[in-house]
T-cell receptor, first 115, second 120 residues
Framework: EAGVAQSPRYKIIEKRQSVAFWCNPI?????LYWYQQILGQGPKLLIQ????????DSQLPKDRFSAERLKGVDSTLKIQPAKLEDSAVYLC?????????????FGPGTRLTVL | AQKVTQAQTEISVVEKEDVTLDCVYE???????LFWYKQPPSGELVFLIR??????QNEISGRYSWNFQKSTSSFNFTITASQVVDSAVYFC?????????????????FGEGTQLTVNP
C-alpha cells in the first residue's frame, strides 16, 4: 500500500514570495490533515479535511495560509506571502475516518526555508 | 484545552540500556486516545501505538512497552535493550473529539518530543 506522498521535499524562498505544497493521501482515506512542525517542536495542526470539506481550520493563519481539497483526494497548501517565521516542515497526514480513534499516517514532509 | 507534556527534551543512552520516555497529558474529556509516534532522521512520523482512555492495561510489543496510568495522567514508553536504530525523536499525542456548530472531528495534540540517542 502506497503511503502519503508529498512534494516538493524541500523549498527555499524569500520572504513575501508565495509557495505551494502538494499532498496525496493514502487511497481510501477520507480525512486529510496539514501540520506545521517548527524545528525542535511537535507538529501543530493547521487544517483538517473530511473528503472535500473543511472540518477544522481554527489554527490556520487565514491571512496568509490557504488550503483546498477540491476533489476529496489530493490537497494543496499555499502560503502567500511567506514570512521568516513560516520556516518549518509541513507535514501532510491522512486517516481512514475523522474519529479520534483512527491513527494518522504521515508523509515525509516539505521542508520550507524562508530567507 | 488539551495539553501533552514531554519533560525530557533529550536522552542519551548506551546500546542495550533500558530507557523510559515520559508523557503527561491534560484533558477534560473522559473519552480520548493516546498515541506514540516515532520520527527518525528521515522525518516521517511513524505510528507506534494507540491506547483508549478506558483501557489501562499495559502493553508489550517486542522490546517496546507502554504504561498507561489514568490516575496520574501519564502514558510512558519504555524501550528495553535499546539499539542504535532506536535513535529518533519520540512524540506522545492526545486525540480528542470536538463538536463545532457545523462540523465535528478529532484533534491530535502532540507533545514537544523527546530526542533519544542510542550510542554504540
Amino acid at each position: 500500500e502506497a503511503g502519503v506522498a508529498q512534494s516538493p521535499r524541500y523549498k527555499i524562498i524569500e520572504k513575501r514570495q508565495s509557495v505551494a505544497f502538494w499532498c496525496n493521501p493514502i487511497s481510501g482515506h477520507a480525512t486529510l490533515y496539514w501540520y506545521q512542525q517548527i524545528l525542535g517542536q511537535g507538529p501543530k495542526l493547521l487544517i483538517q479535511f473530511q473528503n472535500n470539506g473543511v472540518v477544522d481550520d481554527s489554527q490556520l493563519p487565514k491571512d496568509r495560509f490557504s488550503a483546498e481539497r477540491l476533489k476529496g483526494v489530493d490537497s494543496t497548501l499555499k502560503i502567500q506571502p511567506a514570512k521568516l517565521e513560516d520556516s518549518a516542515v509541513y507535514l501532510c497526514a491522512s486517516s481512514l475516518r475523522k474519529s479520534s480513534y483512527n491513527e494518522q499516517f504521515f508523509g515525509p514532509g516539505t521542508r520550507l526555508t524562508v530567507l | 484545552a488539551q495539553k501533552v507534556t514531554q519533560a525530557q527534551t533529550e536522552i542519551s543512552v548506551v546500546e542495550k540500556e533500558d530507557v523510559t520516555l515520559d508523557c503527561v497529558y491534560e484533558t477534560r474529556d473522559t473519552t480520548y486516545y493516546l498515541f506514540w509516534y516515532k520520527q527518525p532522521p528521515s522525518g516521517e512520523l511513524v505510528f507506534l501505538i494507540r491506547r483508549n482512555s478506558f483501557d489501562e492495561q499495559n502493553e508489550i510489543s517486542g522490546r517496546y512497552s507502554w504504561n498507561f496510568q489514568k490516575s496520574t495522567s501519564s502514558f510512558n514508553f519504555t524501550i528495553t535493550a535499546s539499539q542504535v536504530v532506536d535513535s529518533a525523536v519520540y512524540f506522545c499525542a492526545l486525540s480528542e473529539a470536538f463538536y463545532g456548530e457545523e462540523t465535528s472531528g478529532s484533534r491530535l495534540t502532540f507533545g514537544e518530543g523527546t530526542q533519544l540517542t542510542v550510542n554504540p
